[in-house]
């Protein structure tokens, strides 16, 4: 018997076997992530920023009536570059403010609401005294494809630009009505057959503008109530 | 067995869905728009005969006690280079797949041919066993999602073929629907192999 196969039979072998693989398998998906890291965090950041600019349509006049999506990656950072900047408030949240030759136009905050399956990544852009929406925008979803997912679709978050959010007497919580019932306003389409999704999405956005608003941006606004 | 054979084989006559009741979970999950079952089917065609591929041309490398956990390992590989490959030149098609990819690992298809055929077939046999498996996937995957879609949304590869009369059935959309299509599709394919017999 060779020394070899004495080997291949040891009880080390199968140890010894997975080792190897680990190291050339790890090796190789380490360096195509390494190899493809950059590309990802550009698509990441421009599609981050398309969604930004994205709320605030009416506000570039470089648009011209074109699309985002048929601007160049680099046309996509510059406009960002122009209108928005981002803050932080503490450690860990970050939102953006929107601002045109030195007005401050609103506020966009990333809200993560948790939907009937997944968690629901938006965009919510207010005006900056918390008067009204500017317009939402579903950044991230795992819902049912054709019912909960449909809160990706334009009519559903287009309803919420110009709703009111914070009034004289508090926050203002938007009614629910069928998908194809008349909206009055103050009134919000639900998806029919996705009511959880539908409501997670309308009452978590609300909660978490009440509570930046409570602990952050009520001092700022001159003692009004 | 030829070439041919071996991909009748395994795409019709030992069917993973109709025939070993495979890879059910994910034919309930993806089947409710066509677009959705192909790009899924797609993904499990290419990870099935590269993994195939891979798993055939090193098992007499692989030690038996630790078959399994290897082959495993392999088939992760493929799949997170496919997420990787997606995400990194077609960002639009990563997106919309969500997690659909990572879901391939956890296909038992991949398991089942790596097992039944792989592991004892060279490799370029794998590898049309593994492509002819994932096409016979595939083909029940569209062939359920088309009966789905036209119900529940009245559409064919998201465009709309019914009218404006049509109401969509939400049960269609629902993974329940997935599940009485599915059983009747065995039965039809049961009843035809006894007919045969």
């Given amino acids: 018997m060779s020394d070899k196969m004495s080997f291949r039979d040891s009880r080390f072998y199968p140890v010894f076997f997975m080792i190897i693989l680990s190291a050339i398998l790890t090796f190789i998906l380490a360096t195509s992530y390494q190899l493809s890291k950059e590309r990802v965090k550009m698509f990441r950041e421009v599609s981050m920023q398309t969604s930004l600019l994205s709320l605030f349509i009416p506000e570039l006049p470089e648009l ?58 938006l965009l919510v852009a207010i005006k900056s005294d918390f008067s009204e929406y500017i317009g939402i925008k579903v950044i991230n979803q795992g819902e049912t494809p054709g019912l909960g997912a449909r809160i990706t679709e334009a009519w559903f978050q287009e309803q919420f630009s110009g709703k009111a959010i914070l009034q004289a007497d508090g926050f203002v919580t938007l009614k629910l009505i069928d998908e194809n019932e008349q909206p009055a306003s103050g009134m919000i389409r639900q998806i029919t057959g996705a009511t ?16 930046l608003y409570e602990q952050y941006f009520s001092k700022k606004s001159k003692g009004d109530k | 067995m030829n070439k041919k054979q071996i991909f009748i084989q395994s795409a019709f006559t030992e069917n993973a869905i109709w025939a ?20 899924m089917g797609l993904g499990v065609i290419f990870t099935l005969a590269l993994s195939m591929f891979t798993i055939s041309a090193i098992r007499s490398l692989i030690p038996p006690r630790v078959r399994m956990m290897a082959q495993t390992f392999i088939i992760a590989f493929y799949v997170i280079l496919v997420d990787l490959f997606l995400k990194a030149v077609l960002p639009e098609v990563s997106q919309q797949l969500g997690p659909y990819v990572g879901l391939i690992i956890t296909n038992c298809i991949i398991m089942g041919r790596a097992e039944a055929f792989a592991i004892k077939n060279t490799p370029l046999d794998s590898m049309i066993d593994g492509i002819g498996a994932g096409v016979g996937y595939t083909l029940v995957l569209l062939l359920i999602s088309l009966i789905r879609e036209i119900f529940g949304f009245g559409a064919i590869f998201g465009y709309q073929v019914m009218g404006t009369w049509w109401t969509p059935w939400s049960i269609m959309v629902m993974a329940p629907s997935a599940f009485f299509l599915l059983a009747m599709l065995i039965w039809l394919v049961e009843i035809r192999k006894r007919k045969k017999r």
């Fill in chain 1, 64 to 121: 011209n009536g074109k699309t985002l999506a048929a601007l160049e990656a680099e046309e996509i950072s510059k406009l960002y570059k122009t209108y928005i900047v981002r803050k932080s408030l503490n450690a860990e949240y970050n939102y953006y403010k929107f601002s045109r030759e030195g007005q401050e136009l609103g506020y966009i905050f990333p809200v993560s609401v948790k939907g009937l399956w997944s968690t629901i990544h």
């Fill in chain 1, 196 to 211: 959880v999704s539908s409501r997670a999405v309308v009452s978590g956005v609300r909660e978490k503008l009440k509570i």
């Fill in chain 2, 20 to 39: 070993q009741i495979l890879g059910i979970c994910s034919a309930l999950a993806v089947t409710n728009q066509m677009k959705n079952s192909l790009v």
